[in-house]
């Protein structure tokens, strides 16, 4: 029972060349997180969805986008890759909502490759 | 500002013996959630344990239970009985606004047989 899904699990691509990564979660939450990790390093929060509002990190470079067109789904966009984008890509969500903030639950991430 | 930090970046644990993996945080908050994240080779993000700061009562998920220090501001996790699938990074977590998760640098887990 796949809870958050993200595909594809593996991306390779060149160098310039703009890549969509995409979620997908069965959870109804929310909201909605990408974080990018690298080798050795814990997840670093790039953006989020709350409901449709978008909110970006400060340090989160422009090249980073996203898009949200509806409650299930969110893409990462990444306009111009770059070698240091290279990264591990993951996905969460959680409901929040008041005083309520639950669990946030992973997906299985997305490995991308810039050559 | 809220701050993690796991000041442990490696453990090693014999295979059946019990390990602790420590972690601390800052927040001005008085009520708030606290995560251990399990993270294996795979990547893939697992939680492991949950404590909510108002409740006294220290979690416990079968073989996995913190020692919660709120005064402190300590949080570590004990593994009994460690099993070679525990071996992974482990990460301690603090949600901040809207839940955003703010990590500690992570513990890598070796598990000896």
């Known amino acids: 029972d796949a809870m958050v899904i993200q595909n594809p699990r593996y991306q390779v691509t060149q160098f310039g060349k703009p890549v969509t990564l995409s979620c997908s979660q069965t959870?109804?939450?929310?909201?909605m997180y990408w974080y990018q990790q690298k080798s050795s390093q814990a997840p670093k929060l790039l953006f989020h969805y709350y409901d449709k509002d978008f909110n970006n990190e400060a340090d989160t470079p422009d090249n980073f986008q996203s898009r949200r067109p509806n409650t299930s789904f969110c893409f990462l966009d990444i306009r111009s890759p770059g070698l240091g984008d290279a990264a591990m890509y993951l996905c969460?969500?959680?409901?929040?909502?008041?005083?309520?903030?639950?669990?946030?639950?992973f997906g299985p991430g997305t490995r991308l490759l810039v050559l | 500002a809220q701050t993690v930090t796991q000041s442990q970046p490696e453990m090693s644990v014999q295979e059946a013996e019990t390990v602790t993996l420590s972690c601390t945080y800052d927040t001005s908050e008085s009520d708030y959630y606290l995560f251990w994240y399990k993270q294996p080779p795979s990547r893939q993000m697992i939680l492991v344990i949950r404590?909510?700061?108002?409740?006294?009562q220290n979690a416990t998920e079968n073989r996995f239970s913190v020692n919660f220090q709120k005064a402190a501001k300590s949080f570590s996790l004990k593994i009994s009985d460690s099993q070679l699938g525990d071996a992974a990074m482990y990460f301690c977590?603090?949600?901040?606004?809207?839940?955003?998760?703010?990590f500690g640098t992570g513990t890598l887990l070796a598990v000896q047989p």
């Open positions: 969460a969500t959680s409901r929040v909502g008041g005083n309520l903030r639950e669990t946030q639950y």
């Open positions: 959870l109804n939450h929310n909201v």
């Open positions: 404590q909510e700061a108002y409740k006294q």
């Open positions: 977590a603090y949600p901040g606004a809207t839940n955003k998760l703010i």
